[in-house]
């Protein structure tokens, strides 16, 4: 495992994924992840959010009381609330404290109690330990190495990982390219397509992929 401190690649882009969250995006996000109408492009990923996020609450039980999970990258709240709905005791994480804000505002009051929101990095070993952690399109941003590396943090102080990354298509590799083109002032986070056959972490495991639209993402999990 890694020295615990982020390298230095890792926090260049965690704060360059807070910076767009906490600006332009957020608003976006919001209508989103909401019921408010959107563009027929969006509303697929949309429904390839709802699909990916109903696979990797599959992979775990559907009786969670007395379980502490870690809700990575939280963004608008759906997943903190639906594990706080199973009875888990939900620590909810995310980079942008305005994202972290609408998933307060949104949590139903009968699960206040059960969800922990808070803005910041969710390898922070302050947070502790857990019996899952699930982090959804949170990874997508990184280099191998860094997302290797905070896996690997992750799995030490979890019973399991469900994560997400963004697979090597032919559609996401073109996007890819033709993001890097733009000038750096002009861009959103570019997600990095990963071969999760290649990566090197133990007890990684294919759970499935969701192919919606313009959503295209697929669902891994570590292990003990």
Avoid: N
């Amino acid at each position: 495992m890694r020295d615990l401190a982020p390298s230095t690649s890792y926090d260049a882009t965690r704060l360059r994924v807070a910076g767009y969250f906490d600006g332009t995006a957020t608003r976006v996000w919001e209508r989103l992840t909401s019921d408010a109408p959107v563009s027929r492009i969006r509303q697929t990923v949309r429904e390839g959010r709802d699909t990916m996020r109903a696979l990797m609450l599959g992979q775990l039980p559907e009786d969670l009381r007395g379980a502490r999970v870690l809700d990575a990258g939280c963004g608008t709240g759906a997943g903190a609330a639906a594990l706080a709905a199973r009875g888990a005791e939900v620590v909810a994480i995310d980079i942008s404290p305005k994202l972290v804000g609408i998933a307060e505002a949104r949590l139903p009051e009968g699960l206040r109690g059960r969800v922990d929101f808070r803005a910041g990095d969710m390898l922070d070993p302050a947070l502790g330990t857990f019996d899952a952690v699930l982090a959804m399109d949170s990874l997508i941003y990184y280099t191998r190495p860094d997302l290797e590396a905070a896996l690997t943090e992750l799995s030490a102080r979890a019973g399991r990982v469900v994560f997400t990354v963004a697979p090597r298509t032919p559609l996401l590799m073109g996007m890819w390219h033709i993001g890097r083109v733009f000038p750096r002032a002009d861009r959103s986070p570019v997600m990095i397509p990963q071969d999760w056959r290649r990566m090197q972490v133990p007890g990684l495991s294919r759970v499935g992929r969701v192919s919606r639209g313009f959503y295209i993402s697929e669902c891994l999990k570590v292990a003990a």
